[in-house]
Structure formats: C-alpha cells, structure tokens
C-alpha cells in the first residue's frame, strides 16, 4: 500500500509564507507527477501545482509567481512554498501522486491522495 502525509498548515496572516511537505511511502516502484490540490469551503477541489519526475512544473493562474513547487526524488516528497497569501487560499491542501506499485507479479499505475491540511490566512 501507499500513503501520502501533509504537514506544515496552520494560521497565517496575510502577507504571511507557509511551506506543506509532502512524503510518499510504502511499496512504491516509481514515482510519477506529484502535486498539490486544494478545496475552498464551497468550492470544488482545484488543481494548485504539479511537478514532472523530471522537474516540469505546472502552476494554477492564481498562484503563479507566489507559490513554488519541488520535489526530492531520492526521499519521494514534495514540498509547496507559499508566499504572499491572502484570504483567498484559505483551504484544505490535498497531496497528489502518480505513483507504479509492484506487489507481486502485479504491477499498477494509480493516482493517490493525502488526508489533507488546512492553511488558513487570516488576521
């Protein structure tokens, strides 16, 4: 099986940085796009950044130019840098992999999700 745990939400004030991790683990062959999602009370769940095996990035309109995406292959993680926020990412931030399990002779391409953490941007 594999798993995805978030740290690093909490309370920041507007303005204000905050850094989520992201470390992917158990039976994992390989390691495809990872990323983050987030979802707004009210609002369905958007795609924040996403990040290639080979370092391609992709960035959400809204958070291009605040926020970076990056990633450590040899420790299977990802990690989303956040700058200048504002009340408007405020949500829960979901982790995202595309990751090849082999358990056995089976071998399997899935996408998996973390639990989540909220970041809230408030005064």
């Known amino acids: 099986q594999v798993q995805l745990v978030e740290s690093g939400g909490g309370l920041v004030q507007p303005g204000g940085s905050l850094t989520l991790s992201c470390v992917a683990s158990?039976?994992?062959?390989?390691?495809?796009?990872m990323g983050w999602y987030r979802q707004a009370p009210g609002k369905e769940r958007e795609l924040v950044a996403l990040?290639?095996?080979?370092?391609?990035?992709q960035y959400a309109d809204s958070v291009n130019g605040r926020f970076t995406v990056s990633r450590d292959n040899a420790k299977n993680t990802v990690s989303l840098q956040m700058n200048s926020l504002n009340s408007e990412d405020t949500a829960v931030y979901y982790c995202h992999a595309e990751i090849t399990t082999i358990i056995g002779t089976a071998v399997r391409r899935e996408y998996f999700w973390g639990q989540g953490t909220l970041v809230t941007v408030s005064s």
């Open positions: 990040i290639g095996a080979g370092g391609t990035r």
């Open positions: 158990g039976t994992i062959f390989a390691v495809f796009a």
